[in-house]
């Protein structure tokens, strides 16, 4: 790192500590939520200042988002706490999955960051559901299927075809689950998901028909 941005790193540093002071003394916010926040934030900002560096370095985006997710997660819980317990675990898992999104886009030849990054977006979507019960479950089931149907559509997917076992496997489990639970019982989308399934059901019934022929 060249004098030049230690001296920006540094006052940056000061500037985020001042807005810190600022903010306790405004809105008389505990200081010290905030300043271990700032912590993790600044760790999280070094991994990332040597992804920006060198892109080879892609494993950096990891801890960089895990860290930033923990500034993110004790931030909000102390500015505020009424988000922060309820959506604090959502943010958290956003972050860690952003950080595999960002290791696939730095590698798209690789697809294993498909699989964690869709199910943390997944999790941190059924963290966020109030009550949690039949609907998250079907929430997770839906959200693992439509990660191992992006798998599917990747390139990968043209040579081997197992990625659509488990999209279809959770695809079922979920809209099972989800009609069961009765969540979309006298509303829109329960209307729409229904004509889906049966649209769906009609082209497989043609389509199989048709191929028979």
């Not at 934030?41 to 370095?57: C, M, Q």
């Not at 079907?138 to 299927?145: C, E, I, P, R, S």
Request: aromatic share 16%; with cysteine; net charge positive.
């Amino acid at each position: 790192m060249s004098s030049q941005s230690k001296r920006i790193f540094l006052g940056v540093l000061l500037i985020l500590v001042g807005v810190l002071f600022l903010l306790q003394q405004v809105f008389s916010i505990p200081f010290g939520g905030l300043f271990i926040a700032l912590l993790f934030a600044i760790g999280g900002a070094v991994f990332l200042y040597f992804l920006v560096k060198d892109r080879t370095k892609w494993w950096a985006a990891i801890p960089g988002f895990v860290l930033l997710g923990l500034g993110a997660l004790i931030s909000s819980s102390s500015v505020f706490p009424e988000f922060g317990n309820r959506f604090g675990g959502s943010l958290f898992l956003a972050f860690i999955g952003l950080g595999f999104l960002v290791v696939y886009l730095l590698r798209t030849d690789q697809w294993w960051p498909i699989i964690p990054a869709g199910v943390l977006f997944t999790l941190a979507v059924v963290a966020g559901i109030r009550g949690g019960g039949d609907l998250a479950g079907a929430v997770f089931f839906l959200g693992v299927g439509a990660t191992f149907s992006a798998l599917g559509l990747h390139p990968m997917g043209k040579t081997e075809k197992w990625p659509w076992i488990p999209a279809g496997i959770c695809f079922a489990l979920g809209v099972l689950i989800l009609a069961l639970s009765g969540a979309l019982v006298e509303t829109f989308a329960g209307w729409v998901w229904a004509l889906i399934l049966i649209l769906a059901g009609g082209f497989f019934v043609v389509w199989a028909l048709m191929r028979k022929e």
